[in-house]
């Protein structure tokens, strides 16, 4: 079994940058992808980055492109996302999840733990 535990979230202005931490425990987390993901309210979850195992590959949203940087240290067992120059459409609950597999993905399916969620608000 495998517990995720968000950090980092919290109420800034647009143009800021926060950091989100994911910690682990239970197992290590470099056998698997991980990824994160939010969601806003009334609006499906989506995905926002994603890296493989070895952090040798990652994947963005569109949306956060540029923006954004997806890492881990798998030593510490935790994956963080890095976002810069934040807007109001990034506002939403920030989940982190372990992917089924080594390889990253962008589809919901194909993460089976997830975390409670961090909540993120960009004013404008």
């Known amino acids: 079994q495998v517990q995720l535990v968000e950090s980092g979230g919290g109420l800034v202005q647009a143009g800021a940058s926060l950091r989100l931490s994911c910690t682990a425990s239970g197992r290590t987390l470099s056998m698997w992808a991980m990824g994160w993901f939010r969601q806003a309210p009334g609006k499906e979850r989506e995905f926002v980055a994603a890296?493989?195992?070895?952090?040798?590959?990652?994947l963005y949203a569109d949306s956060v492109k540029g923006r954004s940087t997806i890492s881990r240290d798998n030593a510490k067992n935790t994956v963080y996302l890095q976002m810069n120059s934040l807007k109001p459409e990034d506002t939403a609950v920030y989940y982190c999840?372990?992917?089924?597999?080594?390889?990253?993905?962008?589809?919901?399916?194909?993460?089976?733990?997830w975390g409670q969620g961090t909540q993120v608000t960009v004013s404008s």
């Open positions: 890296i493989v195992g070895n952090g040798g590959r990652t």
């Open positions: 999840a372990r992917g089924r597999t080594f390889y990253a993905s962008m589809g919901v399916r194909e993460f089976d733990f």
